[in-house]
C-alpha cells in the first residue's frame, strides 16, 4: 500500500496540463471559477479511471492509427499551450484567457496522456488485494481520489495566491517560462513512451 501512495503522490505532485491551467484558474478567476473547473477535471479523472480499470482504454489505444491520431492531437494543444503560456509576456499566463468551464476540466483529462499513463499505473501496476478485483478497485479508487482533491485543491489555492501576491513583471514571466517548460517536458515525455511502444 506504501508505495501505491507513493506513485500516487508522485503522479499526482509533478505538473501537468491540468494542474497548471487550474492553477491559472486561480490565478486569473479565482476560488468560485476555480472550484467549477475542479469538478470538471475530477469528472474526467473518473472518466478515465472507468476506462483503464474496464479495459476500454486498453481496446481503443491498442489500434496503432488511434494512438497515433490522439498523441498528435494532445501534442499539439499541449505545445500549443505552452507556446502561449511562453510568449504571454509579463502577465501569467491563463489570466487573459477564457475562463475555464466544467465541461473544458473533462475533456482535458479525456485527452490527457498523463492521465492514461497515471491511471494504467495505478491500477496495474501494484496488487492489493490479489483475489478480491472489487475491494482493490473500491480501496484504489478511495485512495487516489483523496490523493488527487488535496493536490488539486492545493494547485488552485497556489493560483489564487500567485494573483494575490503582485509579483513584479520579470517574475511573472519567469513562473510563464517554468509553466511552459512542464507543458513540453510532459509532450516529450508523452513521445518518448509512444515511440518505445
Not at 50 to 69: C, E, F, K, Y
Not at 103 to 121: C, D, E, F, M, R
Not at 166 to 175: E, G, T, W
Request: charged fraction near 5%.
Amino acid at each position: 500500500m506504501l508505495s501505491f501512495i507513493t506513485v500516487c503522490i508522485l503522479m499526482f505532485v509533478t505538473p501537468g496540463p491540468a494542474v497548471l491551467s487550474l492553477a491559472g484558474t486561480g490565478a486569473a478567476y479565482g476560488w468560485t471559477r476555480g472550484l467549477n473547473y475542479v469538478t470538471g477535471l475530477w469528472l474526467g479523472h473518473t472518466i478515465v479511471s472507468l476506462a483503464v480499470i474496464s479495459g476500454v482504454a486498453t481496446i481503443i489505444l491498442a489500434d496503432p492509427i488511434i494512438r497515433g491520431v490522439l498523441f498528435i492531437a494532445c501534442a499539439s494543444y499541449f505545445g500549443y499551450l505552452g507556446l502561449r503560456i511562453a510568449f504571454a509576456g509579463s502577465k501569467v499566463a491563463f489570466i487573459h484567457m477564457s475562463a475555464p468551464t466544467l465541461s473544458t476540466g473533462v475533456i482535458l483529462q479525456i485527452l490527457n496522456p498523463k492521465a492514461y499513463a497515471a491511471h494504467t499505473t495505478f491500477f496495474s501496476g501494484f496488487v492489493l488485494y490479489p483475489d478480491n478485483f472489487l475491494a482493490e478497485v473500491l480501496v484504489k479508487l478511495v485512495v487516489m481520489n483523496l490523493l488527487w482533491f488535496s493536490f488539486h485543491f492545493t494547485w488552485l489555492l497556489a493560483g489564487v495566491k500567485l494573483n494575490e501576491l503582485n509579483l513584479s513583471a520579470h517574475r511573472q514571466k519567469q513562473i510563464n517560462i517554468v509553466m511552459a517548460t512542464c507543458l513540453i517536458f510532459v509532450v516529450l515525455i508523452s513521445l518518448q513512451s509512444l515511440l518505445n511502444q
